[in-house]
Structure formats: structure tokens, C-alpha cells
């Protein structure tokens, strides 16, 4: 079945850094990967999406490429601020794959001063 | 705009006790409705899902049921509440298959 692995359960940085937060996925549908943001005691957003092959998309200073050909859609930023200290999830589905929704285990990112 | 309200807020429930949680979405008509559940910290797993009123898809269970009584409404429940049911629970809505998943403020269960 579908799938989502995200490798980092937690990355602690200070502020100013850059940052990568890992997300490969598996699925025979086309694939529509999203990445999405929980802060504390709150309900997860939206953050950035993508369903084009090698296409870069942005949001807020995130940003993210869907590769196909190696399964995977890592989120970056350049440099961290506090308030990204948040639990971030990659998440899969398809227009073709029903209504299935497969998120990865998440990855706390701790954003230090 | 499409408004997702989640009720109650928060529960503190004796294992053994039943349980309801409802949600309703307005300004959207026939939307779809997931039901989440997150343990604390961890990830989403995605319960049910309906797409009409009085349908409902089982993704995994876990000794919870769901209807769809109304188009705008769904409601998550059980007879018995088990510890293992404490979390945070979701509902949201989706557009259709592969578009952005709205969520709303969701509700924490606790089991005592």
C-alpha cells in the first residue's frame, strides 16, 4: 500500500540555520505530496503542495521539489526563526488513489535561540 | 468561506464510558469528511471518511464507528471507551481526492 517514511523524529537547530526535513514516499498513484505544520495544542495546516515533477514551490520561506524519479519531497528553508519550532508532516494522496490520506510519522523541528 | 467547528473541545472520560464527538462544516455543500486520530506527538491516522450523507468508509477502527447523519455533519463514537483511545481527534474536509485536507480545531480526549 501507500506510503510515507520521514526519517528525523526530531531536529533541534539554532536560529539562522538552514534545514532540511526528509520525506520519501511509495505509491502506484500519481502522487500529490503535501507538507503540513502542527504547532503546539493546534490543528495541522497546510504549508506547501505539489503534484509536478522537479518543480520548486514556496511558501512562508519553505520550500520543496517533488522528484519522482527518486520518490522524494524534502522541505527546506534557508534559516530557521523560532516560530518554526513545530511538528511538520508529509503527506500523500491522489486524484486517482481515493480518499485515502497517508501521513508520515511527523519530524519535530526545535528551533533554539 | 468554508468553516470546520469541532465539539467538545476537550474530554476527560472514564474507560468503559461512551463517546461522541461531532464536527460541522459550513459554506460547503456535500463536502468530504475525514475523521483523524493523533496520539500525543504523533502521527495522523486517518479513521474514516465520508463522502454523502449516510456512507461511511472504515480506514482503520480502532473499537470507534462514525456516521453521517446530515450533509454538513459527522459524528465519531463508541459504547466503551478504552485507555488507548485518549488523543487528539480531527475532522476535516477535502475538496476532493488529492486536494489540500482542511482540519478543524479538533478535539482532545482523555481516558481515565
Known amino acids: 500500500g501507500d506510503s510515507v517514511t520521514q526519517t528525523e523524529g526530531l531536529v533541534t537547530l539554532t536560529k539562522g540555520l538552514p534545514v532540511m526535513l526528509n520525506c520519501t514516499y511509495q505509491t502506484t498513484y500519481s502522487p500529490f505530496l503535501f507538507w503540513y505544520v502542527q504547532h503546539l495544542n493546534e490543528a495541522p495546516k497546510l504549508l506547501l503542495k505539489?503534484?509536478?515533477?522537479?518543480k520548486r514551490t514556496e511558501h512562508q520561506g519553505f520550500y520543496a521539489t517533488l522528484h519522482k524519479s527518486s520518490s522524494s519531497f524534502h522541505l527546506q528553508k534557508s534559516s530557521v526563526q523560532l516560530s518554526d519550532s513545530a511538528l511538520y508532516f508529509c503527506a500523500l494522496s491522489s486524484p486517482t488513489g481515493g480518499y485515502k490520506v497517508v501521513f508520515g510519522s511527523g519530524t519535530r523541528l526545535l528551533v533554539s535561540p | 468561506a468554508q468553516t470546520i467547528h469541532q465539539w467538545p473541545v476537550a474530554e476527560i472520560k472514564a474507560v468503559g464510558s461512551p463517546l461522541s464527538l461531532g464536527c460541522t462544516i459550513k459554506?460547503?455543500?456535500?463536502?468530504?469528511l475525514y475523521w483523524y486520530w493523533q496520539a500525543t506527538g504523533g502521527t495522523l491516522q486517518q479513521l474514516f471518511y465520508?463522502?454523502?450523507?449516510?456512507?461511511v468508509e472504515s480506514v482503520v477502527q480502532l473499537n470507534l464507528s462514525a456516521s453521517r447523519p446530515k450533509d454538513d455533519q459527522f459524528i465519531l463514537s463508541t459504547e466503551k471507551l478504552l485507555l488507548s483511545h485518549s488523543g487528539f481527534y480531527l475532522c476535516?474536509?477535502?475538496?476532493?481526492?488529492?486536494?489540500?485536507?482542511?482540519f478543524g480545531e479538533g478535539s482532545r480526549l482523555i481516558v481515565v
Open positions: 505539489s503534484s509536478t515533477d522537479n
Open positions: 476535516a474536509w477535502v475538496e476532493a481526492p488529492g486536494n489540500t485536507l482542511y
Open positions: 465520508s463522502i454523502t450523507v449516510g456512507q
Open positions: 459554506g460547503k455543500s456535500s463536502p468530504n
